[in-house]
Nanobody, 122 residues
Framework: QLQFVESGGGLAQLGGSLTLSCLVS????????VGWFRQTPGKEHELVAC???????YYADSVKGRFSISRDNAKNMVYLQMNSLEPEDTAVYYC????????????????WGKGTLVTVSS
């Protein structure tokens, strides 16, 4: 059973940057596709970035060109570099994993972290 733990959230200024980290324990990251999701009150979890087990990446249109996902399988870590932050990026960010070659919707992932809050002030 894998565990996913996020860190790195906090307060950022408009146009600023934050880097989120996701530590995976309990097994290997090699076969996992890992997604970063975010949720705001009253809305469903939104997939913002995915790093597949085959090292392909996916980004939601809303973050393309501003966010970058990366992974270090040797360290069992997945990162989300967030640049040019906007107030609309304010959300709780979660990492989630799925054994396979794609990321799916939130409910269809295998493992979920508990989230880290990102607040962007204007």
């Amino acid at each position: 059973q894998l565990q996913f733990v996020e860190s790195g959230g906090g307060l950022a200024q408009l146009g600023g940057s934050l880097t989120l980290s996701c530590l995976v324990s309990g097994g290997t990251l090699d076969y996992e596709s890992v997604g970063w999701f975010r949720q705001t009150p009253g809305k469903e979890h939104e997939l913002v970035a995915c790093s597949t087990s085959r090292r392909y990446t996916y980004y939601a249109d809303s973050v393309k060109g501003r966010f970058s996902i990366s992974r270090d399988n040797a360290k069992n870590m997945v990162y989300l570099q967030m640049n040019s932050l906007e107030p609309e990026d304010t959300a709780v960010y979660y990492c989630a994993g799925l054994r396979g070659i794609v990321c799916l919707t939130w409910g269809d992932m295998d493992y979920w972290g508990k989230g880290t809050l990102v607040t962007v002030s204007s």
